[in-house]
């Protein structure tokens, strides 16, 4: 078994401590940039096959982790989250699996110029650097985030909630395993040293200037407190208050399967719809069909007057409604005069993240798709298909709601960058 | 003529008045990302016409600038920078009508995908949204980067060196007056309407949300400030402490010419070369030639041991000479152990801009370009290519050297982000 840094004592300076994480994984990043396919899927492999020889180890060390969580008294969810059994552990084996099948993302010719002068410019994609991911207690995300920054040639600084500190650490113990089995540097996937809040502290602050972007994973709370206080970049991957406008047009049909989909298939996935829009227009024949098929699969329904009048288990919508991301069996509902309305009313309440129209009319289905601006945009389509596997991306570290160089699934290839390759044959400028 | 927003006095709160317009300029983007490329080209093409008509006006604004700098006895570099005359107001009109011409980035199609179940994802380029341009006094960069803004369907704030401040607002009154025209709001390009320095300060803070991204351009302190307080994310565009390393495997002709070109064509220019690395095995029939070339061309060389013993002019580099941006007929120059030693050269005093290798050996350039990590990297081509124009790109609002979503010449293309359009026919999800 590998050497698992020990866990800190209070004593020590943590600051310091992870700033020299931060040095070792620049310097891991540099090679690992450069590395061969095939030693990246290597060592994605031999982890795997680590997972599967350690699950005992893993096991025993979770235990730990769930006896301490219950002890302080977390709640359902979020011990569920926590919780390893031997399928969880050999999902995420299969995960590394899935990500070494993948293409490489790093010296992809994104697109070539030839100049009049004979340059010739490829932009490659080249990996970001040095990624902070800060997750919560979920140990799987060590595995899933540490082999997509593996994969795309990033090293990876992760820092896994403190009720997972245990399992994160055999976890990762799994992933220097498969590093080492393919003689890349094992700084190239660390982990925080110890549970103490300075740990993210020193993450937000770029660890002395060798983090090139942080990630994180978790709800509204971490990612507020990161966007905030973090001094590097920052894929923010904020709530989904995701919308379902049934337009004038809609087919009442597919707008009750694609509504039901899209609010009930999960209810805690960022992609779960949490607002239904119905056109004024339409109301008349799809607003009780639609209210009645959520009610009747157990969801609740907090509505404005009109979709209150529709039955009498609609309760009153509050103001805050518009704005609130259940991740629950609730939806909110409003009716509203029309397809601009409906996109004035995603502008003001969204969150940019995925929001769809149900029409059967195209050019009310173009306007929608152009207009709103949210990161992913559907048309006649579940927005639980809010997800990375589902655009073939093949596993992702988040959907980003932000503007600047991710949006939507964030997979391998937005884990890149890019750079130019200038092919001459000893022009000079004029 | 338009109403150019009076210059506030002292006792206006400027904080409000920057925010009120970062509001405006949020409603304008919204109009803006989705016009259509006559009406943004219509603008420009107004706000070229406006701009000869204008010209007097201009160059009466631009006299009570240059009277005030010369008052305040700022270098001749900086008054040529700042002085303008009718030939450089007619370049400003051409640079806006080329961008006209170009290629309407928004909405451009960049990846196209057909899944299993019938869905057909795009992912379509999208404006950012409202970008913040600070910037010295150069009155030129209220054209180029208000119409590249445009033209990329971006709102914009313009905040250009005090010392400029009439000949912008003149410019800028140009601007709006084609916006007018085109009938798109006149809050897609606006300007601080004082040269107060808590304008930066509230651009910095990012105008109460209304700011996506600030965009510095300008010298080495400027952009360190910006990169340090800024609260939204920042296209970085540090110095270029720019490379020519020639190999072993050189051609000497070659090689003369490419670093001539490359140190000497505008020493004032980010890929200017600062850097000459010589390999040692080639030192004995390249290092004199080369130095003599530079500096019988006129151009001082600080160098080591060895680059001293090739001529008495050269005199010693200090330690600090290997981090400097000269912008100015002065290279440091040094042999080093191969390629190697160049690339690790490159990685510990560069800026991750622009470097060059000279070889004819195809393996030696092929290593170069793939583990020398800058925005651009040449073979047996001048660094002075380091140009958005020389890619093709038709203009740009600086070369970035951060690696979050610009890298490289920024034109429309890297002013844009993207989303996901979905179209389905009622597809859920299992």
Redesign the interface.
């Given at each position: 078994m590998n050497k698992v840094r020990p866990l800190a004592p209070e004593s020590v300076d943590v600051g310091a401590e992870m700033r020299a994480i931060g040095q070792e994984a620049r310097g891991a990043a540099?090679t690992l940039?450069?590395a061969s396919r095939d030693a990246k899927d290597r060592a994605l492999l031999a982890a795997a096959a680590a997972l599967r020889v350690r699950t005992k180890d893993i096991l025993s060390a979770n235990l730990r982790d769930v006896t301490g969580a219950k002890g302080r008294g977390v709640a359902a969810a979020f011990l569920d989250r926590l919780t390893l059994d031997e399928g969880r552990i050999e999902a995420m084996a299969l995960g590394l699996e899935e990500i070494a099948a993948l293409p490489d993302p790093v010296?992809r010719v994104m697109a070539r110029?030839e100049?009049p002068n004979g340059?010739v410019?490829e932009r490659v994609a080249?990996p970001?650097?040095v990624i902070g991911v800060i997750y919560e207690s979920r140990p799987n995300v060590t595995a899933d985030a540490g082999a997509l920054c593996l994969k795309s040639g990033n090293a990876v600084i992760l820092r896994g909630g403190s009720d997972s500190f245990h399992s994160s650490a055999a976890i990762h113990a799994c992933l220097v395993e498969g590093l080492k089995a393919a003689s890349l540097p094992e700084a190239a996937i660390s982990i925080a040293p110890s549970a103490s809040r300075e740990t993210v502290a020193e993450m937000l602050a770029g660890l002395g200037g060798a983090l090139?972007?942080i990630v994180p994973r978790g709800g509204k709370s971490l990612v507020e407190r990161v966007q905030k206080e973090a001094r590097v970049?920052v894929f923010a991957h904020l709530e989904g208050v995701v919308h379902v406008y049934v337009d004038r047009a809609a087919?009442l049909d597919?707008a009750k399967?694609?509504l039901?989909?899209?609010k009930l298939?999960r209810t805690g996935v960022c992609g779960a719809a949490e607002t239904l829009l119905i056109d004024k227009a339409c109301a008349a024949t799809h607003l009780k069909p639609l209210v009645e098929a959520l009610l009747d699969a157990g969801c609740a329904v907090a509505g404005d007057r009109a979709v209150m009048a529709a039955d009498p288990r609609v309760t009153e919508a509050s103001p805050e409604d518009w704005r609130t991301e259940y991740l629950d069996a609730i939806i909110s509902a409003k009716v509203v005069d029309g397809i601009d309305a409906a996109i004035e009313h995603i502008?003001t309440y969204g969150s940019y993240h995925t929001d769809c129209i149900i029409t059967e009319d195209k050019a009310a289905?173009e306007k929608f798709?152009?207009?709103v601006?949210?990161?992913?945009?559907?048309?006649?389509?579940?927005t639980?298909?809010a997800d990375g596997g589902?655009?073939?991306f093949g596993g992702e570290i988040g959907i980003a709601t932000g503007?600047?160089?991710a949006?939507?699934p964030v997979g391998l290839e937005q884990l890149c960058?890019?750079?130019?390759?200038?092919?001459?044959?000893?022009?000079?400028?004029d």
């Open positions: 540099r940039a450069i010296g110029l100049r340059l410019i080249t970001l650097g090139d972007v970049p087919d597919k399967a694609v039901i989909n899209s298939r502008e289905a798709l152009r207009e601006d949210s990161a992913i945009v559907l048309h006649n389509a579940s639980q298909f589902e655009f073939g503007r600047m160089h949006r939507g960058t890019f750079k130019y390759r200038v092919r001459g044959d000893g022009q000079v400028r």
